[in-house]
Structure formats: C-alpha cells, structure tokens
C-alpha cells in the first residue's frame, strides 16, 4: 500500500508552525538528568495517550484538559509543563499518529522487491493498525475543523513516500507508467474507505474476498479482460463505422458505453 517516509522535515508552511513547540522544548528537555529525562517522557506519553481517548470521544472542542490530566493521572499543572495549551497537544497527537502509521508502513514493506506484493502487504497492514488505533479515523476528522493546515499536511507526507515507491515501481516495470500523484491519492482512498467501512465501523478486518476484490482492482483494474481496452475510434470514421449504421451515434448517456479514460490499474494505498 504506502512506502511511507518517516525521516524527511516538514515542507515549510505545511504543519511548520507545529514544530516550533518541539524546537523550542528541546534544549530543557536535553539539560536534564537522564533518570528525568525518560519520567518525563513516560508521562509525556500517558498524556498524549490520554488525549487521544479523549478527543475521539468527546470531540476536540468539548474536550478538557482536566480530563486529559484525570485520565493520565497526573496533577492538571503537570499538563502545561509539557504542552501550552490544548491545541497543542492535539497537533503533537496528529503528528505522533501520522509518524507511527507511517513508520509501521515503512517496516511492513520495505523488504519488498516487487510492487505488486508490496501493494497487497500495505494493504492488510493498513487495516491491522486502523484496527489497533480505530480513534485515527476520529481525529482525523476533527483534525479537518481544528486545524485545516495540519489536516492537508497529514496526507501530502503520508502521499510522499507512496509517490516515491510508485516511481521507483514505474521505473522497474512493475506498474504502468501513469500519473504518480493522482494514482497514490487514488489507492489511498480505496484504502480509506474500506478501512472505514470495515475496520471503523465493524471494529473487524474485511473479509478475506473483499482483500482480494481490492486487490484485484489494484493490479488488473475494472477491465473484464483484466487489461485495458483501446480507444475506440470516433463515430462516422471509416475504423469504427459498422455497416449499416448512421455517420454519427447520439451521445452515449453517463455510464452507458461512451469511451471513457482507461481504468487504472495499479497499487493502491
């Protein structure tokens, strides 16, 4: 499904304003004691793990930080030694899910040669951690209202390593030579929605025939034949004339046989 890429920064006014906390966190974080370092990471982490049961329940707005510092159980004060406000912890939250997703990724595919596989293993990866972390589809959703920027910068890096494996894949033959962008956002939609409607709405992986229907999809396309078709030639021109027939066809309804783009075949997200 997604090579996904976990060490590249962030492009500059995508996310960027989120990073400045970090930057500016550090030097403390560095002057303290080791023994120090790792507590307060360890409650640093119960923190964030608390927000996120809470923003997927109760939503970003309604959320409290005192709900937060209840379920972490750490003393409210405790809160803002680590992050100035609640808007910052729910960005930390977006970039540590986004880093964890992609990184799983990564792992599940990087021995991989051949694309095809690679597409299939990605897949079921995906599902399997959307089933372990079924509140990404919830704040992901609130991400969207809470912060638009960080929302559209969450899936252009996860976008970015998927782009870069199917170029790779393009250049080794194993897919078609098609628009790498558009084809990585398409397949990480198919795999969105069947997440979604599977993993997030019946907390279960899809049944093994819905795997290989996407699959399916993925490497042979929509195509009977399984591969694609020629364009037909245009009504009233001698190639694609049928005896008997008028020198121009009505137009053909939507959906109807009307020439349409090839289907695409491909990975999928």
């Known amino acids: 499904m997604i090579q996904a890429s976990v060490s590249q920064p962030v492009a500059a006014g995508e996310g960027a ?21 790792e507590r307060g990471e360890l409650t640093r982490d119960r923190l964030l793990e608390a927000a996120e049961e809470v923003f997927a329940e109760q939503g970003f707005f309604r959320a409290s930080i005192a709900e937060i510092t209840r379920r972490a159980g750490v003393a409210q004060g ?60 919830t704040v992901m959703r609130e991400c969207e209202f809470v912060d638009p920027e960080l929302h559209r910068w969450y899936y252009r890096r996860l976008a970015e390593g998927y782009v870069r494996g199917l170029r790779q894949a393009m250049a080794r033959g194993q897919v078609r030579q098609l628009d790498p962008e558009a084809l990585a956002y398409f397949l990480m939609g198919a795999a969105q929605m069947i997440g979604m409607r599977w993993t997030f709405w019946e907390n279960t992986l899809p049944p093994r025939e819905v795997i290989e229907t996407v699959v399916s999809v993925i490497l042979h396309g929509i195509d009977p034949a399984g591969l694609p ?16 027939a008028p020198d121009a066809d009505p137009p053909a309804a939507p959906g109807a046989d009307a020439p349409g783009p090839e289907p695409e075949a491909g990975p999928r997200a």
């Open 17 to 37: 304003h989120v990073l400045q906390s970090q930057n500016r966190a550090e030097p403390s974080s560095q002057r303290r004691p080791a023994g120090a370092r």
């Open 78 to 137: 405790t809160f803002y030694l680590y992050f100035p406000a609640k808007e910052e912890i729910f960005r930390e939250l977006v970039r540590k899910m986004s880093h964890d997703l992609r990184r799983t990724l990564q792992e599940a595919v990087a021995p991989i040669i051949d694309r095809r596989d690679a597409e299939r293993v990605g897949l079921e990866t995906f599902l399997k951690f959307v089933l372990e972390r079924r509140n990404l589809y």
């Open 229 to 244: 078709r020629e364009p037909r030639a245009t009504p009233g021109t001698s190639e694609g004339h049928s005896p008997g």
